[in-house]
């Protein structure tokens, strides 16, 4: 049994992160699809799929494996921007890039908060991603939240 279990730091992160959206969400905002970037972690693709997605998305044949297909197909019906990180510094330096006027971020509990502490100006609004076999593989980040971030944020 790989399932993580919660410690009190992550408890104390998820108080952080609830307050953090909930101060975002009263800003009202409603961003143009394409100046809002979607940063997602790589551990949500399958694990042993054959394609390397981190670097070139678009290598993801959408097999229904793993989240990423319909992740996609959401991406190409709205028109947000996105990433996949393979770490902080990767999407730092994308941020910076793509200059965001919103962010929906994704990530476990550590990675968020850093990430949301570390970009300055810019509304984040962060979705934790779940760890039923353990840290860093075959996470697990539910579509829907993904899906009403957009509908209640983009246009
Ligand atoms: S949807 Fe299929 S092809 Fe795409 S990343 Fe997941 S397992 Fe790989």
């Not at 961003?31 to 972690?41: E, I, K, Y």
């Not at 790589?42 to 042993?48: A, L, N, T």
């Not at 006027?101 to 850093?114: N, V, Y």
Request: with cysteine; hydrophobic share 40%; aromatic share 6%.
């Amino acid at each position: 049994m790989n399932e993580e279990t919660t410690s009190d730091k992550d408890r104390v992160i998820r108080e952080i992160l609830k307050n953090n959206n909930l101060c975002v969400g009263k800003l009202g905002l409603k961003v143009l699809a394409r100046d809002a970037l979607l940063l997602l972690p790589h551990c949500i693709q399958y694990s042993e799929c054959p394609y390397r997605i981190a670097i070139h998305m678009e290598n993801c044949t959408r097999c229904g494996g793993c989240v990423m297909g319909k992740i996609l197909n959401l991406r190409d019906k709205i028109g947000f921007q996105m990433i996949i990180a393979p770490g902080g510094g990767f999407a730092r330096r994308a941020i910076e890039k793509l200059c965001p006027k919103f962010i929906i971020a994704s990530a476990c509990e550590h990675d968020l908060a850093s990430g949301i502490m570390d970009i300055k100006g810019i509304p984040i609004w962060g979705i934790l991603i779940s760890r039923p076999n353990g840290p860093c593989i075959d996470t697990c980040l539910d579509f829907a939240e993904i899906d009403n971030a957009v509908k209640k944020f983009l246009i």
